[in-house]
């Protein structure tokens, strides 16, 4: 009967499944094995977890934050907060290492993207490469401030728009007086029979 209900408890709370991982893990010779050993744990724990958060602690968390709020035991909200939807977000070592396979999916649909875009490189067009950079530093937490903004983008795109327009012009008047000097010499060579054709 005890045995029966330790099982029970073991079963419970996914001991044997915690044990497996346990004695998977060990000493791994570089990171693309350890970042293998982590997804491999995030595939198996991370529907179990997922369900345990959404369906339970997400909505405890929610409540006392509601009730503290409603007795009035924080700081005053600016009506602008009150106004927005807030989000619960967890921030543990493994919601970190659920949240950045999220990486590892968008690269490997790079990889898998690679022949199709090497056979038709128009293809690459349906990629937006400046919202990918940003979704992977999103999803490993990096401070906003390393990364330009939209507005500061556009910029730093429309003076490097100007320069190469720069660029073409004065190549192109470069070559417009390289073009006048050759004809001169061609006009002196002939005795001036040049000048005299295009004034006539």
Same mark, same amino acid.
């Given at each position: 009967m005890q045995e029966k209900r330790v099982e029970k408890i073991k079963a419970h709370f996914f001991v044997n499944m915690f044990l497996m991982l346990d004695r998977s893990s060990g000493v791994y010779k570089n990171i693309p094995e350890i970042l293998a050993r982590e997804k491999e744990k995030v595939l198996v724990l991370g529907p179990v977890i997922s369900r345990l958060l959404s369906s339970v602690i997400?909505?405890? %968390?929610e409540f006392a934050f509601k009730a503290h709020l409603d007795n009035g035991q924080f700081p005053e909200v600016p009506p602008a907060l009150l106004e927005q939807d807030m989000e619960v977000e967890f921030?543990?070592?493994?919601a !970190?290492?659920?949240?950045? /396979?999220g990486v590892t999916n968008i690269m490997g649909a790079f990889q898998q993207a690679v022949p199709i875009l090497k056979a038709d490189p128009r293809a690459g067009k349906v990629i937006n490469t400046k919202r990918s950079i940003r979704k992977i530093f999103e999803l490993y937490d990096v401070e906003v401030d390393t990364l330009f903004s939209p507005e500061e983008v556009k910029y730093i795109e429309y003076v490097?728009? !100007?320069?190469?327009? !720069?660029q073409q012009q +004065? /190549? +192109?008047?470069? +070559?417009? %007086?390289?073009?006048?000097k050759t004809l001169a010499s061609a006009?002196?060579?002939t005795g001036g029979k040049i000048a005299e054709a295009f004034s006539g």
């Amino acid at each position: 009967m005890q045995e029966k209900r330790v099982e029970k408890i073991k079963a419970h709370f996914f001991v044997n499944m915690f044990l497996m991982l346990d004695r998977s893990s060990g000493v791994y010779k570089n990171i693309p094995e350890i970042l293998a050993r982590e997804k491999e744990k995030v595939l198996v724990l991370g529907p179990v977890i997922s369900r345990l958060l959404s369906s339970v602690i997400k909505p405890i %968390v929610e409540f006392a934050f509601k009730a503290h709020l409603d007795n009035g035991q924080f700081p005053e909200v600016p009506p602008a907060l009150l106004e927005q939807d807030m989000e619960v977000e967890f921030t543990s070592p493994f919601a !970190q290492t659920q949240k950045r /396979q999220g990486v590892t999916n968008i690269m490997g649909a790079f990889q898998q993207a690679v022949p199709i875009l090497k056979a038709d490189p128009r293809a690459g067009k349906v990629i937006n490469t400046k919202r990918s950079i940003r979704k992977i530093f999103e999803l490993y937490d990096v401070e906003v401030d390393t990364l330009f903004s939209p507005e500061e983008v556009k910029y730093i795109e429309y003076v490097e728009q !100007q320069q190469i327009k !720069q660029q073409q012009q +004065a /190549q +192109a008047a470069t +070559a417009k %007086v390289q073009n006048l000097k050759t004809l001169a010499s061609a006009d002196k060579d002939t005795g001036g029979k040049i000048a005299e054709a295009f004034s006539g």
